[in-house]
């Protein structure tokens, strides 16, 4: 077995970018910042331009191709202002570029083969004057620049490649994992990378970490990471518990059994609709999907949505007799991937477009999906004279067929009644299926869903492929 220093090294040989490309994006960076000084030379206002993110700061993984800009504007220019001025100077500078749309409007392109942010911000005394969440960009950039040598800086990457090739790496909401602005002050806090993973293995949430001693206020996040920038601020606010969990589990195995797989993303092949039958005959359980189509918004806005949506629904599932065994959100292959993007800018901009239209699926295993023609009902103990005499009164008189007792199990009166639905299919295609906790932006692309019971979710397979082999075959 290999031991954890060869690991590294070797891994450091693929992830760490070679001099030409450093250059190469270096002269890229260089010619769009001077683009950009010529742009700002034309307009009416004051500006000037700052390189940030990984590439300014030499913590990018080999083969990232990403240049971002910001153009910091006077810190009392308007919105609308800003915004004016920020698209003039980002299609000045990228004139194939196109807008995209995070707190305010920034232009995206492509040059040289580098994807490329020239983003509009305030230039703000502190972090915490920002008027909006990008104008702490820039403060993220010289704290790190500052502190992070050539050492530390190829840690980072390491960091990034390892969280990368376990899936956690990414702070849109889709991923809910590390972005590259947590992995960087985590590798700073803890020294490197190594002592990043060893000190990881034993840590017992909440953690927190206050690089700057603000302590000035409390969060209630697994992870908390107190920007030293802002200190009204969680960095690892996004990340999610089970991302935190992941990133555990694998710092442990890969200092238990080190190996260069952890380092490997990869994505995983679809299943196709034999392997999903298998699945089920193996199981024993019943599928449900609810599919329809998924609104068209951004991605950090989308998953949210489906997310309490899936919650919406498992909720009346259960609540309805037909026990759920594991439950997910999917979008298909045709829309938005279903393993979230990264950013190494931790400023709101990576939201990403809302793209070609999406089918998204609300996915449930059911252990239970008949249930009983009646249903038993409760009513409180006799002795409990008001409430039980108003439960027995109203029940006495009830000349439905469907209707048994009222009698005494026990201490308490129970009837016997006419269950809503005795199928999951009945309840999921019912008005109720819809009235649950439902995403206010799923709610009206949920009146026309499909659903889907049984081997008939092997249909889903062309388009759901990767999640659904997720869902049969999960991982850590």
Same mark, same amino acid.
């Not at 050539?150 to 702070?171: E, N, Q, T």
């Given at each position: 077995?290999?031991?954890?220093?060869?690991?590294?090294?070797?891994?450091?040989?693929?992830?760490?970018?070679?001099?030409?490309?450093?250059?190469?994006?270096?002269?890229?960076?260089?010619?769009?910042?001077?683009?950009?000084?010529?742009?700002?030379?034309?307009?009416?206002?004051?500006?000037?331009?700052?390189?940030?993110?990984?590439?300014?700061?030499?913590?990018?993984?080999?083969?990232?191709?990403?240049?971002?800009?910001?153009?910091?504007?006077?810190?009392?220019?308007?919105?609308?202002?800003?915004?004016?001025?920020?698209?003039?100077?980002?299609?000045?500078?990228?004139?194939?570029?196109?807008?995209?749309?995070?707190?305010?409007?920034?232009?995206?392109?492509?040059?040289?083969?580098?994807?490329?942010?020239?983003?509009?911000?305030?230039?703000?005394?502190?972090?915490?004057?920002?008027?909006?969440?990008?104008? /702490? !960009?820039?403060?993220?950039?010289? $704290? =790190?620049?500052?502190? +992070?040598?050539?050492? #530390?800086?190829?840690? %980072?990457? *390491?960091?990034?490649?390892?969280?990368?090739?376990?899936?956690?790496?990414?702070?849109?909401? /889709? !991923?809910?994992?590390?972005?590259? $602005? =947590?992995?960087?002050? +985590?590798?700073?806090? #803890?020294?490197?990378? %190594?002592? *990043?993973?060893?000190?990881?293995?034993?840590?017992?949430?909440?953690?927190?970490?206050?690089?700057?001693?603000?302590?000035?206020?409390?969060?209630?996040?697994?992870?908390?990471?107190?920007?030293?920038?802002?200190?009204?601020?969680?960095?690892?606010?996004?990340?999610?518990?089970?991302?935190?969990?992941?990133?555990?589990?694998?710092?442990?195995?890969?200092?238990?059994?080190?190996?260069?797989?952890?380092?490997?993303?990869?994505?995983?092949?679809?299943?196709?609709?034999?392997?999903?039958?298998?699945?089920?005959?193996?199981?024993?359980?019943?599928?449900?999907?609810?599919?329809?189509?998924?609104?068209?918004?951004?991605?950090?806005?989308?998953?949210?949505?489906?997310?309490?949506?899936?919650?919406?629904?498992?909720?009346?599932?259960?609540?309805?007799?037909?026990?759920?065994?594991?439950?997910?959100?999917?979008?298909?292959?045709?829309?938005?991937?279903?393993?979230?993007?990264?950013?190494?800018?931790?400023?709101?901009?990576?939201?990403?477009?809302?793209?070609?239209?999406?089918?998204?699926?609300?996915?449930?295993?059911?252990?239970?999906?008949?249930?009983?023609?009646?249903?038993?009902?409760?009513?409180?103990?006799?002795?409990?004279?008001?409430?039980?005499?108003?439960?027995?009164?109203?029940?006495?008189?009830?000349?439905?067929?469907?209707?048994?007792?009222?009698?005494?199990?026990?201490?308490?009166?129970?009837?016997?009644?006419?269950?809503?639905?005795?199928?999951?299919?009945?309840?999921?295609?019912?008005?109720?299926?819809?009235?649950?906790?439902?995403?206010?932006?799923?709610?009206?692309?949920?009146?026309?869903?499909?659903?889907?019971?049984?081997?008939?979710?092997?249909?889903?397979?062309?388009?759901?492929?990767?999640?659904?082999?997720?869902?049969?075959?999960?991982?850590?």
């Amino acid at each position: 077995m290999d031991d954890l220093e060869a690991v590294l090294s070797r891994v450091r040989e693929r992830v760490l970018p070679e001099p030409e490309e450093r250059e190469r994006l270096r002269a890229a960076a260089a010619t769009l910042t001077e683009r950009t000084r010529e742009a700002i030379a034309d307009l009416p206002v004051d500006a000037d331009v700052v390189q940030v993110g990984s590439t300014a700061r030499g913590t990018w993984v080999a083969g990232d191709r990403d240049i971002d800009l910001f153009v910091r504007f006077d810190a009392d220019l308007g919105r609308a202002e800003l915004e004016e001025h920020g698209l003039a100077v980002g299609h000045a500078v990228l004139p194939d570029g196109h807008e995209e749309y995070a707190e305010h409007p920034y232009v995206k392109g492509n040059y040289e083969g580098f994807d490329v942010d020239l983003v509009p911000c305030h230039d703000v005394e502190t972090a915490g004057d920002l008027v909006s969440a990008v104008d /702490r !960009t820039p403060f993220h950039d010289a $704290y =790190l620049s500052a502190r +992070l040598g050539d050492d #530390l800086a190829a840690d %980072v990457v *390491l960091a990034k490649a390892f969280l990368k090739g376990i899936g956690a790496y990414g702070s849109d909401l /889709r !991923t809910e994992g590390f972005s590259g $602005y =947590l992995t960087e002050l +985590l590798v700073l806090e #803890l020294g490197g990378f %190594v002592p *990043l993973v060893e000190s990881a293995r034993s840590w017992h949430p909440p953690m927190e970490f206050d690089p700057e001693g603000h302590a000035e206020r409390t969060f209630d996040d697994p992870l908390v990471v107190v920007d030293p920038t802002d200190p009204t601020r969680n960095v690892a606010a996004v990340l999610s518990a089970t991302n935190l969990a992941r990133f555990q589990h694998y710092a442990r195995e890969l200092l238990a059994a080190p190996s260069e797989d952890r380092f490997e993303p990869g994505e995983p092949e679809p299943l196709g609709p034999k392997e999903v039958r298998a699945h089920l005959d193996r199981r024993g359980t019943t599928p449900v999907a609810v599919v329809f189509d998924a609104p068209d918004v951004v991605d950090d806005q989308l998953w949210p949505q489906l997310r309490r949506s899936l919650d919406g629904i498992v909720g009346g599932l259960n609540g309805h007799g037909f026990d759920v065994l594991r439950a997910r959100a999917m979008t298909d292959a045709a829309g938005a991937k279903d393993a979230g993007g990264a950013s190494d800018v931790d400023n709101g901009t990576e939201r990403g477009d809302a793209g070609e239209s999406t089918r998204a699926a609300l996915y449930a295993e059911l252990e239970v999906t008949e249930r009983p023609a009646v249903a038993r009902h409760e009513g409180p103990p006799v002795a409990v004279r008001k409430h039980a005499a108003s439960f027995y009164e109203s029940y006495v008189d009830d000349v439905d067929p469907d209707t048994y007792g009222p009698f005494i199990d026990g201490d308490r009166y129970v009837v016997e009644r006419e269950r809503e639905f005795a199928t999951v299919r009945e309840y999921l295609e019912s008005d109720a299926a819809g009235d649950v906790a439902l995403g206010a932006r799923v709610e009206p692309a949920f009146d026309d869903r499909d659903v889907l019971v049984g081997e008939a979710v092997a249909t889903l397979a062309p388009a759901f492929g990767r999640p659904l082999r997720e869902f049969y075959e999960p991982r850590p």
